[in-house]
């Protein structure tokens, strides 16, 4: 099977930073898209960003120039830089994984169990 383990969130004033990390293990094959999705309370799970493996990057208009999304594919490992942080930033923020775990299968869709991120003074 495969995990996806999140680090990283945390509690930070407006203005600050932080950086989440995902890292895929288990049985891989080959990764394609990563991103980051985030669902703050009450609201429906929204994308944040997504990163092809070929590096390819797409990002909510509410994060672009202050969120970067990169990865390693070495690692399996996604990372998403949040710089510039608001109060609406707060959400428990998923890592998503599209993995083909064996040559000849499709790929499925993994999440991460989620990690907190809360701006606020």
């Known amino acids: 099977q495969v995990q996806l383990v999140e680090s990283g969130g945390g509690l930070v004033q407006p203005g600050g930073s932080l950086r989440l990390s995902c890292a895929a293990s288990g049985s891989i094959f080959r990764i394609n898209a990563m991103g980051w999705y985030r669902q703050a309370p009450g609201q429906e799970r929204e994308l944040v960003a997504t990163?092809?493996?070929?590096?390819?990057?797409n990002y909510a208009d509410s994060v672009k120039g202050r969120f970067t999304i990169s990865r390693d594919n070495a690692k399996n490992t996604v990372y998403l830089q949040m710089s510039s942080l608001k109060p609406e930033d707060t959400a428990v923020y998923y890592c998503n994984a599209n993995i083909k775990h064996y040559i000849i299968s499709p790929y499925d869709s993994h999440w991460g169990q989620g990690t907190q991120v809360t701006v606020s003074s």
């Open positions: 990163i092809t493996s070929g590096g390819s990057t």
